[in-house]
Each structure stands twice: as C-alpha cells, then as structure tokens.
C-alpha cells in the first residue's frame, strides 16, 4: 500500500511518512486496520505500508485492498483439500500431461520419479463428469496461458479432480499452483518436489533498473516476500509494463529459489510466456 490513514484522519503516502513525526499509529484508509511502515532497507523496492495478519492488523473482507479475481478464490478454496497424491482416488481423476517449453536455463530442482507407461495411473478417463454433464479438458498443457484458461473455467470442485502429469510424476492442480508463502517455504526447505512451480499473488510494484527488473508481489496479511525478476539481457522479450503489472493478480511460473540475503522466494522471468495476468 502506498497510501495510509493516521490516527488524527489525515492520508499520508509513504514517501511522506517520518516516523518521529507521524508516530506508529497508522491505518488503512479503507477499513482502518493496523498498518506496519516498511523502508527500502536492503529489499530491491521501494517503501510501502502493509498489514501484519495478526490481531487487528488484517483487512476486512470488503476492503479494497483485499479485493480479489475469481481465479484466486477458487485457488484458496482448492488448498483446502488434500495435497497429498497417494491419498487421492485417481481412478476418479483426468489425467493432463504438462510440458512447458520455456527455455528455462538448467536441470531440475530434485529426482523426478517416472510412471511406467503400462502404470494403471497412465490409462485413467479424460473426461471429468461433473453435475451430470460431460466437460471435455485438454488432454495437454503447452503454456501457461492453457494453465490460467484451466483454472479460469473449471470450479475448485472441478479442479480437486485433475491430476497433472509432469515428466511422469503425478501431482495436485494445488502442488503445482501455489501461493508465495508456500513458495517461501519449499525455497527455503529445498523441497523442490516439481521441477518448476506457477506462483500467484497481486504484484505490489516493479522496479526498472539498469541491469535488472523486479515485480515484486503484496505482502498484506502476513504474505511471505516474493519476487520475480528479469535480467536486462531478457528486456527485449519481456514488454509488460508498470502499468500493466502493478495492482494486478498474475501466475508466473520457473524455477523458485530462496534469496538468503533478502529472505524471500524468487523466480527468474525470460520472456512474457512466463507470466499471466488474471482477469
């Protein structure tokens, strides 16, 4: 948030705000929650006001500051079921193969165990019946556009049913899309059980430098740190702009790693395919 609410009713921006002037007591100006002012320091953005998730430190519900797309709900409603492959009934499931070519640089983060093709979990229906009606799926995912159409047309109810196929390791719709706390947290583990991720969140800034770009994700609510970044040598394929970016809920997908020195989550963009915006 780059504007915030002080006890006295004033809004003051956060290039503004002086502590020893302005005090801690500062709010959002939408519903009044309890604001935390975080400086540049040694982040790679520039300062903003955020809420904890703690306490009275997190937005109400119909704050705009908490307005999220469909996509993102429906992506919350589906970690509430079981992450755990072994435990799901595939026989019930479709199978969609991924194969993203995105010339991502390097191996993969961890051993890939391969599915025999004569595996029972190879020949599973790829029609999902849902609410006595046949929704036929693509058998194939090539992009992360065909990723973002998949989770914009199916229901969470829909989604908990497909498996995704991943150079023959089988995983959740909700292992392969994650959030970034839960990328935060397979970063700083090394727990790199898919060879890439897709991560969502509400970019909060990008920040244009001569060597370097970075699109730095919100961190309202207690949200782990995030950043994708994108080296100059990569500008000419990447064209999205501030205005384009800032404020908006997008899926970008690579390799995640964990930025010791700034104790975040990365991923490293090339081109514009490695990155979606939701409507």
Request: one cysteine or more.
């Amino acid at each position: 948030m780059q504007n915030a609410r002080l006890s006295n009713g004033q809004i003051i921006n956060v290039y503004e705000y002086d502590h020893e002037i302005h005090g801690e007591n500062i709010f959002c100006r939408h519903c009044k929650a309890k604001l935390i002012y975080v400086g540049t320091g040694n982040r790679n953005s520039g300062p903003f006001f955020r809420t904890t998730g703690h306490n009275d430190s997190i937005h109400e519900d119909d704050c705009p500051e908490k307005r999220e797309v469909k996509t993102i709900k429906t992506l919350k409603t589906i970690n509430d079921y079981t992450v755990d492959i072994n435990k799901v009934n595939l026989n019930d499931n479709h199978i969609i193969k991924v194969n993203l070519d995105n010339n991502l640089a390097g191996s993969s983060h961890g051993k890939i165990s391969e599915v025999n093709k004569n595996d029972s979990k190879k020949k599973l229906n790829y029609t999902l019946n849902s609410k006595n009606r046949k929704k036929q799926l693509t058998k194939n995912i090539t992009s992360l556009t065909t990723i973002a159409n998949l989770l914009q047309k199916c229901s969470a109810e829909e989604l908990k049913k497909i498996a995704l196929d991943i150079k023959g390791k089988l995983m959740l719709v909700s292992q392969l899309v994650i959030d970034q706390n839960k990328a935060y947290e397979i970063s700083r583990t090394g727990n790199f059980y898919s060879p890439w991720f897709v991560v969502h969140g509400k970019v909060r800034s990008v920040k244009k430098l001569d060597k370097v770009l970075f699109i730095n994700f919100d961190e309202q609510d207690g949200l782990k740190p995030f950043t994708a970044y994108v080296f100059s040598g990569h500008y000419k394929y990447f064209t999205y702009t501030n205005e384009q970016l800032e404020g908006k809920h997008i899926l970008v997908h690579g390799k995640i790693k964990f930025n010791e020195k700034y104790n975040k989550a990365e991923i490293q963009i090339m081109w514009n395919k490695q990155l979606y915006i939701l409507k």
